[in-house]
């Protein structure tokens, strides 16, 4: 070796300097991750601190119990005052949902009323857990005075709006059977369980993705978060309200980082999040079914069975059966009630094929072009059956006369599985109660029940049509209604609401009524269905 020549690195010289390297990454790790705990802890405090100096203090009106209740609409944001109202609920909600909390808490300072805070809440994995709670309770406490059980279908699952990356479509459609099985478990891990403004239906609806807009939309501004962050929030919540001590619950979870960049969809989230093995879990202790359900509606324009075929697959592969798959189009779902579900080596059935409807006129006028299958499940506006009673003060609406009547033939002449919603920030006690009666009364009509957004048994607003206007739960789609895309129910023969029903329908009624006619005809009526709900 020359004198000029270095000596050469030996092994344990590299193993050495490559341990030091290692050590000084663990330690900026750990302090990263410190940083992060502190920074939870403190927003945790002061947003605490807000929750405890807030008094909300809706005023809840009763109503008949809702005794089928199909699943809670909007994620039971009907609910959403009693969540405010409620002091340790408004203290998980500020916890879990900061951004959340600080958009809704702002609105109650500027004088927002109970109905102004359910649109802020559809779809929130917290208000579903608080809906969920609250509705188990109820039912406990309502089972003595109930003259009859609930119907077969209460509670058959939690409801997911959902958007789905257009371009992970995209690649599932290119790919092979592996590729596409490839692609689905990132799928369902981005998706984002949200309603989404009216605007971007539309402009979904024209054909323009956007999902990349729903990621960026706030919470409480019909935004949403990601399907892995929603069952986290949601398992979360049924841990801290049943949790010994509350505020000590929420202490030790405030170690855990967060989320502090990105779209709002992800935004204050938990860095880890728990399982869906966890929140299923708490679902069935809390509730006593055997698995985790859901209705999920996809909102992606892009959408076809074969995807939520294999989306479903996903979703069971992680403990959820699909209990229904919803559309205001029939090409998007038909056949997927034929694909077996495999959860834990149980075997379910395929999901519920659940079409919507915007009023009962359209499922009227589907009926009569023969666009509705045999058997085919249906949900539509209940406020769309109801009109205003002036000569009534205690009750101020009534049943459109003669609606009940031929809807009772329609639903025997094509076997239909009929249930209700409403928008419920448009939906006064007085509707929210005559519709409650209406499906108790008739459950041979509505035997898929009322999908009530709120507590079984409760309000909020009050009948008041000159302040509000019409407040029969109709919302948005009085729009549809004025350009003709929600359609009144024609009736065509008058008759009192009897029970001899079927013997009161004329033939002229019934002769409008045909069988189902091809797949085409079924396509063409679902591409005049525009989703607005």
Request: glycine residues 8%.
């Amino acid at each position: 070796m020359s004198e000029t020549q270095e000596p050469e690195e030996s092994w344990l010289d590299r193993l050495r300097q490559g341990a030091g390297w290692l050590a000084g990454r663990v330690q900026m790790r750990s302090q990263r991750a410190s940083s992060l705990r502190q920074d939870a802890r403190e927003f945790g405090e002061d947003l605490l601190a807000l929750a405890e100096s807030l008094v909300f203090t809706p005023k809840h009106l009763n109503i008949q119990p809702i005794r089928n209740q199909f699943y809670g609409h909007g994620a039971f944001m009907g609910a959403a005052p009693a969540l405010f109202a409620d002091r340790q609920w408004r203290q998980i909600l500020a916890f879990l949902m900061p951004d959340v909390y600080q958009d809704v808490s702002q609105r109650v300072s500027e004088g927002a009323h109970g109905a102004e805070l359910m649109p802020m809440f559809e779809n929130n994995p917290v208000m579903c857990a608080y809906g969920l709670w609250s509705g188990m309770r109820l039912r406990s406490e309502l089972s003595d005075s109930l003259t009859h059980q609930p119907g077969e279908h209460d509670l058959t699952g939690i409801e997911w709006d959902v958007f789905i990356s257009r371009s992970q479509i995209k690649r599932w459609l290119k790919g092979n059977p592996q590729e596409r099985q490839a692609v689905i478990p990132e799928m369902v891990d981005t998706m984002i369980i949200a309603h989404a403004s009216g605007l971007d239906t539309v402009h979904e609806q024209l054909g323009l993705d956007q999902y990349g807009d729903v990621r960026r939309t706030p919470k409480a501004a019909l935004g949403g978060v990601e399907a892995n962050a929603w069952m986290d929030l949601f398992a979360r919540a049924l841990a801290l309200i049943e949790a010994d001590s509350l505020q000590q619950a929420m202490s030790e979870m405030s170690q855990e980082p967060r989320i502090k960049t990105g779209d709002a969809c992800v935004l204050h989230t938990f860095a880890k999040p728990w399982s869906y093995a966890e929140a299923c879990s708490r679902f069935i202790n809390l509730t006593g079914q055997d698995c985790l359900s859901i209705v999920l509606e996809i909102k992606s324009l892009a959408s076809t069975p074969e995807l939520l075929a294999d989306v479903m697959g996903e979703l069971n592969r992680r403990g959820v059966r699909l209990a229904a798959a919803a559309s205001f189009r029939l090409e998007e779902i038909q056949g997927l009630s034929q694909c077996e579900q495999m959860i834990d080596g149980q075997r379910y059935a395929g999901p519920r094929e659940l079409l919507f409807f915007h009023y009962a006129g359209n499922l009227q006028q589907a009926c009569d072009k023969g666009l509705v299958p045999q058997g085919q499940s249906v949900l539509f506006n209940g406020g769309s059956l109801l009109e205003q009673d002036p000569g009534n003060p205690q009750q101020p609406y009534q049943v459109i006369k003669g609606v009940l009547n031929e809807l009772r033939a329609y639903q025997q002449r094509f076997d239909l599985h009929i249930g209700l919603y409403v928008q419920e920030n448009d939906c006064d006690a007085a509707a929210a109660g005559l519709l409650s009666e209406l499906v108790d009364s008739y459950p041979d009509i509505f035997d898929l029940g009322f999908a009530w957004g709120g507590l079984l048994n409760q309000a909020t607003t009050e009948f008041a049509p000159a302040r509000h206007g019409d407040l029969r739960g109709h919302g948005s789609q009085r729009l549809l209604e004025r350009i003709g895309q929600a359609i009144l129910w024609e009736v065509r023969e008058l008759t009192d609401l009897t029970d001899n029903v079927a013997e009161n329908v004329t033939e002229s009624v019934m002769d409008t009524v045909d069988r189902p006619s091809s797949k085409a005809s079924q396509t063409e009526s679902n591409k005049q269905h525009q989703n607005f709900d």
